[in-house]
T-cell receptor, first 115, second 114 residues
Framework: AQTVTQSQPEMSVQEAETVTLSCTYDTSESDYYLFWYKQPPSRQMILVIR??????QNATENRFSVNFQKAAKSFSLKISDSQLGDAAMYFCALYSGGGADGLTFGKGTHLIIQP | NAGVTQTPKFQVLKTGQSMTLQCAQD?????MYWYRQDPGMGLRLIYY???????DKGEVPNGYNVSRLNKREFSLRLESAAPSQTSVYFC?????????????FGNGTRLTVT
């Protein structure tokens, strides 16, 4: 079975600062995808960024970037120049295709932005 | 574009009542999913449909049934609601059941069972 662990239930950062959210995972598959989803208070699930396991280069989307360490099975999300609109729950998710379909999600990190 | 539409947005049931959560997508996606979200638990897969005409159990299927009515629609039914089914339910879809096809989510249904 595959697992995703987010060890930080809550993080707080000052506006304009940088914050890193941690995620570790476990899968027996060699090919897989990793995702970060954002869930603001509106409850909508928004895809932030995704990483293909076979790509060594870390994915980047504007102020969002990942640090993908395949050997360590680590997939952290870095948010630069934090903005008030970044306040949300952030979920790390894994898709490896083995067994049941669908993504396996971590329990989430609640990110607070201090003005 | 509507994307993934779920109805209703909120529902309160008494224990033992039944109801169906509706989900429709207009993106011509092949795969559809039902998740539940509970505090401190993240999202857990209830059932999924990899393609029209197929459905399979996910991580937490007990107490639920699903129907893939056509390519667009995938409904979730609670035959006899229990307080443990109080949760936020999300429907999602994606183009293919494959690695690089991202999930698109509906806005969720908040269900309370008293």
């Amino acid at each position: 079975a595959q697992t995703v662990t987010q060890s930080q239930p809550e993080m707080s950062v000052q506006e304009a600062e940088t914050v890193t959210l941690s995620c570790t995972y476990d899968t027996s598959e060699s090919d897989y995808y990793l995702f970060w989803y954002k869930q603001p208070p509106s409850r909508q699930m928004i895809l932030v960024i995704r990483q293909e396991a076979y790509k060594q280069q870390n994915a980047t989307e504007n102020r969002f970037s990942v640090n993908f360490q395949k050997a360590a099975k680590s997939f952290s999300l870095k948010i630069s120049d934090s903005q008030l609109g970044d306040a949300a729950m952030y979920f790390c998710a894994l898709y490896s295709g083995g067994g049941a379909d669908g993504l396996t999600f971590g329990k989430g990190t609640h990110l607070i932005i201090q003005p | 574009n509507a994307g993934v539409t779920q109805t209703p947005k909120f529902q309160v049931l008494k224990t033992g009542q039944s109801m169906t959560l509706q989900c429709a997508q207009d993106m011509n996606h092949n795969s559809m999913y039902w998740y539940r979200q509970d505090p401190g638990m993240g999202l857990r897969l209830i059932y999924y449909s990899a393609s029209e005409g197929t459905t399979d159990k996910g991580e937490v299927p007990n107490g639920y049934n699903v129907s893939r009515l056509n390519k667009r629609e995938f409904s979730l039914r609670l035959e006899s609601a229990a307080p443990s089914q109080t949760s936020v339910y999300f429907c999602a879809s994606r183009e293919f059941s494959s690695y690089n096809s991202p999930l698109h989510f509906g806005n969720g249904t908040r269900l309370t069972v008293t």
